[in-house]
């Protein structure tokens, strides 16, 4: 038995390797139950930081109501402000297929609309089958999923000690 790992016995921890191929091995005394339970909260925190990406459809039709439309580009607008992508759908259905051009006409005009919210193209539109596609991302930071609430003034405030004096 080395002298290390008598003293690890004596101390009631572990001894664990650092560096094997060193001569003579690196070797560290540590709770290692304890550093397995460290390094999981860390990796626990920081995923919990990592904001989350996701890309959320709306779909469309060429005959859509100025109505339909506001709560769509609301949904939209949304989206963008929790930092998810968008990927916009027109859907063309029988005889609406005769009109594609004035489809991609308005379809341009919707996407513009959004990019005046603070959108940016990232696939421009394109028509596949019967549908034009396009997929838009916002320009700002997506939010953090299970951060902390932002604090408010009150906790701000410089707290009261003893030595302060009631006037």
Known sequence: MTEAQRIAEDKGLDLVEVSPTAKPPVVKIIDYGKFKYVQQKKANEAKKKTAT??????????????ADLETKLKRAYK?????????????????????????MKKFNSI????????????????????????????????????????????????KKTDNDVNA
């Open 111 to 158: 996407i513009e609309r959004v990019q005046e919210y603070g959108a940016v193209i990232e696939s421009e539109p394109k028509m596949m089958g019967t549908r034009i596609i396009a997929i838009l991302a916002s320009n700002k930071k997506p939010v953090k999923k299970g951060g902390s609430k932002p604090s408010s003034d009150k906790d701000k405030a410089p």
């Open 53 to 66: 990406v996701q890309l959320k459809e709306i779909q469309l039709r060429p005959n859509i109501e100025t």
């Open 79 to 103: 989206f963008l402000d929790q930092g998810d992508k968008i990927k916009m759908v027109l859907q063309f259905r029988g005889r609406e297929m005769a009109y594609r051009d004035n489809g």
